[in-house]
């Protein structure tokens, strides 16, 4: 590694590791204030909350991973910027991209950094973190409010995938159900579908339940059969309904993309969804990379103020490019733009506004 490649290393790499230290630090702090009258009423031990935010910190870290490669790159190349050490570069002959290689490379670092965090750590980090936040944190609020959950997706026991369009933790009832049956093949060889169930207290009833019988190559045998009612001898209990962990962002990515292939043919809409929340784990961690591509250019700027201009612009910029990013991500659940489309137009838009305005520069 070349000298000047050192210096701006070193230059960028305290800024974002303060920057990074900074977020948590006031990620905590706002997290516990909204929850400190409970804290006091409840006698909440601090185990329990110093347990919480220890597993909830990797959440925070690739969260703010982005914004601190944005203020890190905008600090190190405003005060090269200055100095007037980047106009002594290029009269060395050093191009502008060559000047920028050590904070892409870290950025693209960060990227691949950010994306293993998400899909080995996060997944098992939230997971706990949620559950100690659920069973020891809000467990004395009070209770008796009606929660739905929508769109569960259970895998069962017995080679079952069950699916219910919402789930009524009170009344502990399922809707517009479906369930899978495979054999030891993972071969599709029966469809359920229910209006409604409800749980007993020792097992599932079911109504208005149509059930196909099907072969190895997918069609349907003989004529559906129809029922009223029907007890569906299931192992699964309302908890299995109520938990919260197979949300896509408790799963890694080879994780969501099985339990995808799994449920197709549950429900477009659903699908539709987890297929952008499968690009969005991969184009996510880009974003690091990117948004120093937008942030370089306007750090740069050598009128008077012009890091402060350059700050105030680049921030500016960032929180355009989450807003488009949450808009576009919205629209792919909407069905009005494809799910791989919807996870990346964000990240190649403001990308080559990016490398336009540093080619501009050069």
């Known amino acids: 590694m070349k000298i000047i490649d050192r ?3 070193k230059g960028f790499l305290g800024p974002f590791l303060w920057c990074l230290m900074l977020f948590v630090v006031m990620a905590v702090i706002i997290d516990i204030f909204s929850f400190i009258d409970d804290i006091v009423k409840f006698k909440i031990p601090i185990s ?4 919480f935010y220890i597993y909830y910190t990797p ?38 991209w060559r000047l920028l290689t050590p904070v892409l490379l870290i950025g693209l670092l960060t990227s691949i950094a950010v994306f293993i965090i998400s899909d080995r750590v996060i997944p098992t980090s939230s997971k706990i973190s949620n559950y100690i936040r659920r069973e020891e944190l809000e467990k004395q609020k009070k209770i008796g409010e009606q929660k739905i959950i929508e769109s569960v997706a259970v895998y069962g026991s017995d080679g079952r995938i069950l699916f219910a369009r919402n789930y ?14 495979h054999d030891k093949k993972e071969s599709l060889i029966s469809k359920i ?7 007993t207290g020792n097992g599932w009833i079911f109504y208005k339940v149509i059930v196909w019988r099907i ?4 069609r349907i045998l003989g004529e559906p059969l129809f029922f009223e009612e ?29 339990y995808i292939d799994n449920f197709r043919g549950t ?49 500016a910029i960032g929180l355009l490019y989450y807003a488009f990013i949450a808009i576009a991500l919205a629209l792919g659940k909407a069905g009005v733009l494809p799910p791989i489309v919807a996870a990346w137009i964000g990240n190649i838009i403001f990308a080559g506004i990016g490398i336009h305005l540093i080619n501009k520069r050069s």
């Open 7 to 9: 210096y701006i290393v």
């Open 48 to 51: 329990s909350i110093a347990a």
């Open 59 to 96: 959440t925070i870290l690739v969260q703010a991973a982005p914004m601190a490669a944005l203020l890190s790159s905008i600090y190190v190349l405003s005060n090269l910027n200055k100095n007037n050490e980047i106009i002594a570069m290029k009269s060395g002959g050093i191009s502008l």
């Open 168 to 181: 009524d933790t009170e009344k502990k009832t399922l809707s517009d159900v479906i369930i899978h049956q």
């Open 193 to 199: 579908t229910a209006q409604s169930g409800v749980w």
């Open 215 to 218: 072969d190895n190559s997918g």
């Open 230 to 258: 029907k007890e569906i001898p299931l192992k699964e209990t309302p908890a299995d309904f109520a938990n919260r962990d197979w949300r896509a962002d408790y799963m890694s990515y080879r994780e969501l993309s099985k």
């Open 267 to 315: 429900g477009v809409k659903m699908i539709r969804a987890l297929l952008v929340d499968l690009h969005y784990k991969v184009s996510f961690s880009v974003i690091s990379l990117v948004i120093i591509l937008i942030g370089a250019p306007f750090a740069l700027i050598t009128t008077r103020g012009g890091v402060l201009i350059g700050l105030g612009m680049s921030v």
